[in-house]
């Protein structure tokens, strides 16, 4: 048997084909096998399921130590974040005690406070009323720079003698509940209800007295707002593990007494609570985070002893179906056949398609090309192994037209003519795409069918400088009839061209302005002369005589059958926005803007140039008409005008 191979840079079946349907008709189904005996089978299923229970015990037992081992992590995990939490809110009250401290022992302070004592045991006014208000401000400056909500100055029973910041007030009113007696002991901290919240706490260090060091004669007390505090101290660390999380509760709100670990719930929790503060922190995190290690030795564990019960199977099983080797041959010689089958329909399909004179190539999602036929491989000069894998910008040698030609065109809809290169030659293409159903792979994949039409474009292009030529020599025969239209037409072109500038106008619309222009005075070959330079007011028959000049250039133009609009521009010239211009009454969202510009530069140019029988207006008395009537004429393309009169280009 002779092996069917398929050609180099074919294109793949298109249809799927049944592997039991041979090339020459036939039916050719698997071989039929002996199957193993039962008992064969029933040992097979006694063996997988003896290994895959002693594989599951052993499964257990290794889950359930991990667990453990887990579990214990866990604790000591939880332990050692909320030591460093701690830590940190030590560091912070510390921070707050010792602002106070050196507050304390500031020797303008110790002065005042063991007067205002003396002065309290000795039942008399103090001598200190002038200092008062100097130590209000000081107190005021401090309570700013510690970051504190409220400072007193109080006798050591707790009666204030001053008050500063904005929770000074709340803290006076605390002076009652014994908190005195608690902080002659070196300074404490306890918490402090404003507003019916716990969100500050109290800061108390005791002020000696000059004279006897060891005599308490005063107390400053600050209040500190805990909210950022508590923020910082419930905010996940930058190593925090996945469910960790740290919380502030307040007393009766945790459900765990201080240092005590949660059960076997779904969350595992750990609370140790600040010692002189209401208020505990807690460390929660789910069981299920960290037990997922538990739970993947398990799975493995099931994965082995599921694999090895199969092995075990197929190891039995395997021995039977030995006996079946012949038969195997014969599928295998089956298969053979079909493979032929399809190689040789392959070859049919790339027959048709290297058929095709287009150029035919399949890319992928990202525009390498995986075949072409045989019109894109000779116009190119490569192989098909030279083609796979470039791109369709490679080939065209401009990373642009891909996205011209596809990109911006829809499925099945042909693309606008692009000029490229192309096999070293500039070409004029288009193209069509299609997306091909997917067979064994995700991947999107594409038809694009290429056609070259570069003599079409070019007779085109050659069609429409012959036009364009034609256009430019009745514009020079006007020149020859009349020396004053022609000196009208040019200054209405460079006016024109001016404005179009200007306004960044270029392309077809930049070459129908020129061209129209040129040919603008045609019409009026049509008209008597005397008409045209005649001073005195003219009739209304005469007026209709001189606005029928448009008329004639249109019926003129009409006969070239430009590609341009020359003939539509040309009848925009005195047309105005309003519907106020003739030929035709047309309003601004019928007039294009060659038309608008035209139609400016036509009034600018007739009112500026000098006759024979009048001077020239001055182009900013033009221009302040313009202006005047924008109803009429389009204001973009007047300012632009006007632009170009104050740069001095005109």
């Known amino acids: 048997m002779t092996d069917a191979k398929p050609s180099t840079g074919g294109f793949p079946a298109m249809a799927e084909q049944d592997p039991a349907r041979a090339s020459d008709g036939g039916t050719v189904g698997p071989p039929t096998q002996s199957g193993p005996r039962r008992w064969v089978i029933g040992l097979a299923v006694v063996v997988g399921a003896l290994v895959l229970s002693i594989g599951l015990v052993l499964t257990q037992a290794a889950m359930n130590a991990e667990r453990i081992r887990l579990e214990e992590g866990a604790r000591a995990r939880a332990q050692a974040v909320l030591s460093g939490r701690l830590d940190r809110l030590s560091d912070w009250l510390d921070s707050r005690r010792e602002s106070l401290s050196a507050l304390a022992g500031g020797e303008a302070l110790r002065i005042i406070a063991t007067e205002l004592h003396t002065a309290r045991l000795e039942d008399r006014d103090a001598e200190v009323s002038s200092e008062l208000g100097f130590l209000r401000a000081a107190l005021e400056r401090q309570a700013n720079a510690f970051g504190a909500a409220g400072l007193i100055l109080a006798h050591p029973d707790g009666v204030p003698w001053l008050v500063a910041g904005k929770a000074g007030g709340a803290l006076a009113d605390r002076r009652g509940d014994g908190i005195a007696e608690a902080l002659h002991e070196g300074g404490a901290v306890v918490a402090a209800d404003v507003g019916g919240s716990s969100d500050a706490v109290d800061a108390l260090v005791p ?21 950022e505090l508590i923020e910082a101290l419930e905010q996940p660390g930058a190593l925090a593990l996945p469910g960790e999380r740290v919380s502030v509760v307040w007393s009766g709100e945790s459900g765990l007494n201080p240092g005590q670990s949660g059960g076997e719930g779904a969350v595992m929790s750990l609370t140790h609570a600040p010692k002189g503060l209401p208020w505990a922190l807690r460390y929660s995190r789910p069981r299920k985070a960290y037990l997922t290690e538990s739970r993947a030795t398990g799975l493995a564990g099931q994965f082995v002893s599921a694999a090895a019960a199969v092995t075990a199977v197929m190891l039995i099983m395997g021995v039977a179906w030995r006996q079946g080797t012949q038969s195997n041959r014969a599928m295998a010689d089956q298969y053979r056949r079909f493979a032929d089958h399809m190689a040789a329909e392959h070859q049919i399909l790339d027959t048709i398609v290297d058929g095709i004179t287009e150029y035919l190539f399949m890319i992928d999602s990202r525009g390498r090309v995986q075949r072409a036929n045989a019109a894109a491989r000779t116009l190119l000069g490569v192989s098909a192994d030279g083609l796979t894998g470039r791109t369709l910008a490679d080939i065209f040698d401009d990373p642009e037209v891909p996205v011209l030609l596809l990109d911006r065109t829809p499925e099945g809809r042909r693309s606008a003519p692009v000029e490229c290169g192309l096999a070293g030659e500039r070409r004029w293409i288009t193209a069509v795409r299609n997306r091909l159903p997917p067979i064994d792979t995700a991947d999107e994949r594409w038809v694009v ?18 036009q364009k030529t034609v256009i430019r020599a009745l ?14 037409a040019a200054r209405l072109e460079w006016i024109a061209g001016l404005i179009a500038d200007e306004m960044g106008v270029g392309g077809e619309a930049r070459q129908t302005i020129e061209l129209t222009a040129q040919v603008s005075q045609i019409g009026k070959l049509f008209v008597p002369r005397d008409l045209l330079t005649k001073v005195e007011r003219l009739t209304d028959e005469e007026r209709l005589v001189i606005q029928s000049h448009i008329r004639h250039a249109s019926t003129l133009l009409d006969q070239l059958n430009t590609a ?40 600018f140019s007739a009112r500026t140039a000098r006759r024979s029988y009048r001077s020239g207006a001055t182009p900013k008395d033009i221009l302040e008409i313009l202006k005047k009537m924008p109803d009429r004429y389009d204001e973009d393309v007047v300012a632009a005008l006007s632009r170009i009169v104050e740069s001095g280009r005109y």
Not at 216 to 227: A, C, E, K, N
């Open 449 to 466: 069918l290429v056609q070259d039409i570069t003599d079409v474009m070019r007779e085109r292009i050659r069609l429409e400088d012959q």
């Open 207 to 227: 002020v000696f007295s000059l004279q006897q060091p060891d005599q308490v004669v005063g107390l400053i007390i600050g209040r500190f707002p805990i909210t």
């Open 475 to 488: 514009g020079r025969t006007v020149s020859a009839a009349d020396p004053y239209l022609a000196d009208q």
């Open 564 to 603: 341009l609009p020359i003939t539509r521009t040309l009848l925009e010239v005195t047309e105005r926005l309003d519907g106020s211009g003739y030929p035709n009454g047309l309003t601004e969202e019928e007039l294009s803007l060659p038309g608008r510009i035209l139609a400016v530069a036509d009034v």
